[in-house]
């Protein structure tokens, strides 16, 4: 898959357009208009920036991209690409939070959010399975996802314990096995 470098102003309205879509939800819709619609990244370049995301501190999106606009347009491109992830939200937030302070109470409010967490499991899992598919026929690295995925949810270890730890030992079966994570 041939790859397309953005300008600043398609990083803006790129990330400008995901911020009004993605309350909640942003982490598949990125990836969906990152690697399918706008062919900025290969699916296994998304992994890589993904992992980074994860262990840099703050929210995986809003570090994505920051990480992506860097990549294509220098700090130009992160601040384009970071106020237009959050200049929409932002606004609708705050609007939002005053209205809801004076309904809070109300039992359909209350059904709202019940139904829009399972919408947001839903989102979560589906992603899962995206992020997952470009481990295939590499098992190395689809072992290190399967043991950072019972470290963090079965054993409940902290995420930057977990990171800390199996970051070094993945660059170390990468160097030892090869870049395809002992796939062919």
Not at 116 to 126: E, M
Request: glycine share 10%; net charge positive; proline share 5%.
């Amino acid at each position: 898959m041939e790859t397309v470098v953005p300008t600043k102003r398609e990083l803006f309205l790129g990330f400008l357009s995901l911020g009004m879509i993605s309350f909640g939800g942003a982490l598949p819709l990125a990836r969906n208009m990152v690697v399918e619609r706008r062919r900025w990244l290969r699916p296994e370049e998304f992994v890589e920036l993904l992992g980074l995301c994860q262990f840099l501190p703050g929210g995986n999106i809003i570090n994505l991209s920051v990480v992506l606009g860097m990549r294509f347009q220098g700090v130009g491109g992160a601040f384009a690409a970071l106020l237009g992830l959050i200049a929409m939200p932002s606004m609708v937030v705050i609007a939002l939070g005053a209205i809801y302070q004076h309904f809070h109470d109300d039992p359909h409010v209350r059904h709202l959010f019940a139904g829009l967490a399972a919408a947001a499991a839903g989102l979560l899992i589906s992603m899962a399975i995206k992020v997952a598919l470009p481990l295939r026929g590499k098992p190395l690295a689809a072992a290190v996802a399967l043991v950072c995925f019972a470290a963090i949810a079965v054993l409940r270890l902290p995420l930057l314990t977990t990171m800390l730890i199996l970051t070094p030992v993945s660059v170390l079966l990468l160097a030892r096995f090869g870049k395809n994570g002992g796939g062919q």
